[in-house]
């Protein structure tokens, strides 16, 4: 039996919690289904693209955004470190939380696909800022994560100092927004279904499996 192929298209921000929530039921999803040969590519979206490089507090951001309360806030932060413990990932939120720009993210992520590192690094920046409380904005720690995986800790430090692929990552950037996607995470499979969420692995894996016994 010829194996089956799956591409997946993550859209997603370093900054949103439920990228790494949604990816994490992803991979239960996938966990699913032996015999399958999966493609994936992550791509860049900036949730506060006119961020300056100190950042926001995250509690002042929230309520200037969505308007939250205080208490609103606390429990939506609560409720996701319950769902990143049931996932094996750890929220460390704290009242000293800051939410950051993250172009230079995206940049050491568009680098880091040419050599195979990608999904690795983005775990690894997700684990910096969520659950070190690092800053992704900050190239130090940039690199360090790039360093924590294996990449180039000289050309990482060269490529975000001058910002050789910034103008790359600006226009996919504007290329999944002209497709539709307002908001992350948004997982594309196969260049056609759009999950948009961090939905159930159930649901994941009821399309998946639609998906590869139509194209058997």
């Not at 900054?15 to 990816?23: A, E, L």
């Not at 409380?133 to 060269?158: C, F």
């Amino acid at each position: 039996m010829a194996t089956k192929s799956l591409q997946i298209d993550i859209v997603s921000d370093v900054m949103c919690p439920w990228c790494i929530v949604g990816y994490r039921r992803l991979e239960q999803a996938l966990s699913q289904f032996d015999d399958l040969d999966v493609t994936l590519q992550w791509h860049p979206f900036e949730l506060n693209p006119a961020m300056g490089p100190e950042g926001q507090h995250l509690g002042e951001h929230i309520a200037e955004k969505y308007g939250s309360t205080p208490e609103q806030s606390e429990q939506n932060r609560q409720r996701l470190t319950q769902m990143g413990a049931d996932l094996g990932f750890e929220f460390n939120f704290s009242d000293s939380s800051r939410i950051y720009n993250t172009l230079l993210a995206h940049q050491l992520l568009y680098w880091a696909a040419e050599s195979g590192k990608q999904t690795e690094l983005k775990l690894a920046l997700f684990t910096s800022y969520f659950t070190e409380q690092k800053n992704p904005d900050d190239i130090e720690v940039l690199v360090e994560a790039a360093n924590r995986v294996g990449l180039d800790a000289i050309e990482a430090r060269a490529l975000l100092t001058d910002k050789r692929y910034e103008k790359a990552v600006k226009e996919e950037e504007q290329l999944w927004i002209s497709r539709g996607i307002q908001a992350v995470p948004a997982i594309v499979f196969n260049q056609q279904y759009l999950v948009s969420g961090a939905q159930e692995p159930a649901t994941i894996a009821e399309l998946i499996t639609k998906l590869t016994t139509d194209a058997a």
